[in-house]
């Protein structure tokens, strides 16, 4: 896929494009690929709601990639230490905002070491600031309100939920949600199916990806929204969707269960009884 680069092509295209880094600090002060620049989720969070994990506004995350030295429509390529879940994050936020030239670093660390790469510890330069702006309109067609999830059966859009077993049943309950289970009528894929985690943390064939997602409850002729806890895991899932396997009527809900759960109002299903040991 265009958006999703092997370490062979970063290193053979990578001259002028921005290497970013989504772990959290330690991680990467221990070692990161060379030229990397880093952020975390609470880089491009806001602080303006009762529950965690949404989305800043458009000027702020302006503000944080202007701060990596990035130009408007200049390569951006992602990625972490976990399969590519905080990478996609970002990259679905860049493209919610109107940044289009942005993908996806497949395997990360662990590919560039397997390939006979060193990290490094040396930090960039401080980047020069004031050049960044979003090159094009907001693409509204990636996001899900909490509206669009309320009224997703009676609109033909299935729900998939990309969480854990335990999460999906009721069993676990995440800090930062105010209930454990599951939105009605959810279908239920683990993001981590995607990729090959106990290896190199690469993504899996298209074949394989079709199929588990085709098992799991998709059905590639209705809309898709996606949720996790906080839209992290399901903004991997939505990649999969759209850059993977070109399906474009994907969008991922931000609140996810965080927000869902905070309104008890809203039902829920539960499998399993909570386990606090969990």
């Known amino acids: 896929p265009e958006n999703l680069w092997s370490v062979e092509r970063w290193k053979a295209e990578g001259e002028g494009a921005v290497l970013i880094d989504m772990r959290r600090d330690a991680d990467y002060v221990e070692g990161h690929l060379p030229g990397a620049r880093q952020l975390w989720r609470d880089d491009v ?79 960039p330069e401080p980047a020069a600031r004031g050049r960044f702006s979003f090159a094009h309109e907001p ?25 854990t077993d335990d999460e999906f049943s009721g069993r676990r309950q995440k800090n ?37 997602l085709q098992q ?21 899932t939505t990649f999969v969707l759209r850059e993977v396997l070109g399906f474009d009527r994907v969008a991922n809900y931000d609140g996810s269960w965080t927000e869902w759960s905070h309104f008890e109002e809203l039902p829920l299903v539960v499998d399993q009884p909570l386990n606090p040991a969990l």
């Open 45 to 123: 969070e806001s602080a303006d709601y009762p529950y965690g994990g949404m989305v800043a506004s458009r000027e702020r995350v302006a503000e944080v990639l202007d701060s990596l030295g990035i130009q408007p429509g200049q390569n951006v390529v992602i990625y972490d230490g976990v399969g590519g879940c905080d990478a996609a994050r970002l990259w679905w936020v860049m493209r919610l905002y109107g940044h289009e030239e942005v993908a996806l670093l497949d395997g990360g660390p662990q590919a560039w070491q397997h390939s006979g790469s060193a990290l490094e510890t040396t930090l």
């Open 139 to 163: 693409d509204m067609t990636l996001l899900a309100t909490l509206d669009d999830v309320q009224h997703a059966v009676q609109r033909g859009v299935k729900l998939v939920d990309t969480r």
């Open 176 to 212: 930062g949600a105010a209930r454990a289970g599951r939105i009605p009528e959810s279908a239920h894929f683990n993001w981590g199916n995607a990729v090959d985690l106990n290896g190199l943390g690469t993504m899996k064939s298209v074949q394989d990806l079709k199929w588990d």
């Open 216 to 236: 799991a409850g998709v059905d590639f002729e209705r809309p898709v929204i996606t949720y996790c806890h906080t839209g992290v895991r399901s903004a991997h």
